[in-house]
């Protein structure tokens, strides 16, 4: 079972940058794809971003491509940097991982069966 866990959210002026961070609380031999998914108050989750298991390939939603960079370090940590914030960004951010058996990088949050608690972030406008 992997357990991911969400950091680095916080209440933030519109314009200024943000990095989430997710890492796994358990060493693991399997490789992961993983991703960071959105969902703010009375709206359903969504993606944000996604990487492959070596950070070859990445994807993001329309509404973030620019401003949003994802990464990773290692297996199950990965980041996402946050510039250039809107308000409309305000939302509880997942950090989510699935055993890789392919590159490809999936945006349907049912893709993904480990998830992490989420962090907040609030950007004020």
């Known amino acids: 079972q992997v357990q991911l866990v969400e950091s680095g959210g916080g209440l933030v002026q519109a314009g200024a940058s943000l990095r989430l961070s997710c890492a796994a609380s358990?060493?693991?031999?399997?490789?992961?794809?993983m991703g960071w998914f959105r969902q703010a108050p009375g709206k359903e989750r969504e993606f944000v971003a996604g990487?492959?298991?070596?950070?070859?390939?990445t994807e993001y939603a329309d509404s973030v491509k620019g401003r949003f960079t994802i990464s990773r370090a290692n297996k199950l940590t990965i980041y996402l940097q946050m510039n250039n914030l809107k308000p409309e960004d305000t939302a509880v951010y997942y950090c989510?991982?699935?055993?890789?058996?392919?590159?490809?990088?999936?945006?349907?949050?049912?893709?993904?069966?480990?998830w992490g608690q989420g962090t907040l972030a609030t950007v004020s406008s």
């Open positions: 989510a991982a699935a055993r890789a058996i392919d590159s490809v990088v999936r945006l349907q949050a049912t893709a993904y069966p480990y």
């Open positions: 358990e060493h693991t031999s399997a490789t992961y794809n």
């Open positions: 990487i492959n298991w070596n950070g070859g390939r």
